[in-house]
């Protein structure tokens, strides 16, 4: 899996990384989903010469993977592919809102494609803020209705696993309290 991150991709505006991960350097302590207090929504990092090396090497998988066209873009897909899995041969899927592009063709034949690969495939939820978030494995789930194509029960599978995160899951605390020595 390549990791130069694909010439002309870009942000865009979304700040989604400021946001949803938890992050524990000396200078910035953010609980999980709560939004950094140096990031303006749709504008970026206002402390962004000092902002923690954590910050500066983070690009989510949009950035790496040429065979996702631009609805994949987690500003309108609603989905962070998280790099930080690929060493791993997963896919990550944070879904962090339910948009329309959950229930597309295209969404299930990228899912469908990289199932029948090998490649392990995760769905992800955010728990409440200062809450660490949750994910599970769609592979063996979406075996057969892959193999077959069949796509209403793929997109059955894929509302049932993220409700079942949502529902079931036991939150666990990220133990993070809000701290930062930035400007
Ligand atoms: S989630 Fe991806 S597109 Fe959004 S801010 Fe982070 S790196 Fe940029
Ligand atoms: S320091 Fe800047 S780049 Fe890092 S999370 Fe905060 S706003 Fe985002």
């Known amino acids: ?3 130069t991150p694909i010439s002309g991709r870009a942000c865009d505006g979304c700040t989604a990384c400021c946001s ?3 992050i524990r350097t ?8 709560t939004l950094c207090p140096h990031c303006t929504i749709g504008q970026g990092c206002g402390v962004y010469a000092a902002r923690p ?6 690009f989510c998988g949009w950035f790496f993977l040429p065979e ?5 873009h987690p500003n309108h897909s609603g989905v962070v592919i998280r790099s930080e ?3 791993q041969d997963t896919i990550t899927l944070l879904v962090l809102h339910l948009t329309a592009f959950l229930v597309s063709e295209d969404f299930a034949g990228m899912v469908g494609s990289w199932v ?3 490649i392990g495939v995760e769905f992800e939820r955010l728990g409440p803020p200062g809450y660490l ?6 592979n063996e789930l979406l075996e057969e209705a892959v193999a077959a194509r069949d796509l209403r029960e793929m997109h059955k599978i894929f509302a049932w696993s993220l409700a079942h995160i949502d529902q079931d899951h036991t939150w666990e605390p990220d133990g993070v309290v809000l701290h930062t020595d930035l400007a």
């Open 116 to 118: 029948e690969a090998g």
């Open 85 to 87: 899995y690929f060493s």
């Open 26 to 33: 000396e200078v910035l302590q953010k609980p999980a989903n």
């Open 20 to 22: 949803f991960p938890p």
């Open 68 to 72: 996702l066209g631009p609805e994949w």
């Open 53 to 58: 090396a954590v910050c500066q090497g983070f």
């Open 133 to 138: 978030p949750a994910k599970m494995r769609m």
């Open 1 to 3: 899996m390549a990791l």
